[in-house]
């Protein structure tokens, strides 16, 4: 299987269970991280967001023209549509965009970017279908000095809740995910590289989560 194909699986399986986990597992500092990635992005115009899951960053925004998600998970974008009315949503891939070039002013990824199989072509996508001056925002996990340590915890005493939660191979492809995971400098270098500078920074939970706010030069 493809591993798009398992990403969209994995996801659309832990559709039911994905909020209550991720804000269980950040005590509930996705929501301000969330809010404070809105903030720093500044909120106007055409809002897309990749990977939007269950369409929490939309939910959040109060003064955007148009809000529009993408997904690969069907389970998702069906649990994104009961809770944001009037909000967009599209079976998509972030780096193949059904979108017209300079359609949106903003674009999200929340926990998304380190799924993304080919981040070079994302950010080619970004540049087409964004603005002039578009900015590209990020919350993920990136890797740090205590990447090890939390495997190791995932693999071992996390186990039981990751099981719980989300099966095993479910599990496992978030830890695979963490694996691959970049550090913020690495992101920043790749979006440097395609015409994109760095506007805003900030890592929360004891350096395990970053924010990252890009603008297009």
């Not at 269980?24 to 301000?32: E, K, N, P, S, V």
């Not at 992005?41 to 998600?69: F, H, I, Y």
Request: hydrophobic share 45%; glycine share 10%; with cysteine.
């Amino acid at each position: 299987m493809a591993e798009k194909e398992i990403m969209a699986k994995v996801f659309s399986g832990a559709s039911k269970v994905y909020d209550f986990f991720v804000s269980l597992a950040t005590f509930g500092g996705i929501h301000r991280w969330q809010k404070e990635l809105i903030e720093r992005m500044g909120e106007e115009g055409n809002w897309l967001d990749v990977g939007t899951g269950t369409g929490e960053v939309l939910l959040k925004l109060k003064n955007s023209d148009l809000k529009v998600g993408i997904d690969l998970a069907l389970g998702m974008l069906r649990r994104a549509k009961e809770k944001c009315g009037d909000c967009y949503f599209l079976l998509a891939d972030a780096e193949n965009m059904p979108f017209k070039d300079k359609s949106f002013d903003r674009v999200s990824l929340s926990l998304v970017f380190r799924h993304l199989e080919n981040k070079e072509k994302f950010l080619e996508e970004a540049k087409r279908v964004g603005k002039e001056k578009v900015r590209v925002g990020i919350i993920d996990i990136g890797r740090f000095k205590g990447t090890g340590v939390l495997i190791l915890l995932m693999k071992t005493l996390l186990l039981p809740v990751g099981l719980l939660f989300f099966g095993r191979d479910k599990w496992e492809f978030f830890i695979k995910s963490l694996k691959e995971s970049l550090s913020p400098e690495e992101t920043r270098s790749m979006f440097t590289s395609f015409g994109f500078k760095e506007i805003y920074f900030s890592r929360k939970f004891l350096g395990l989560i970053y924010i990252q706010v890009f603008e297009k030069e």
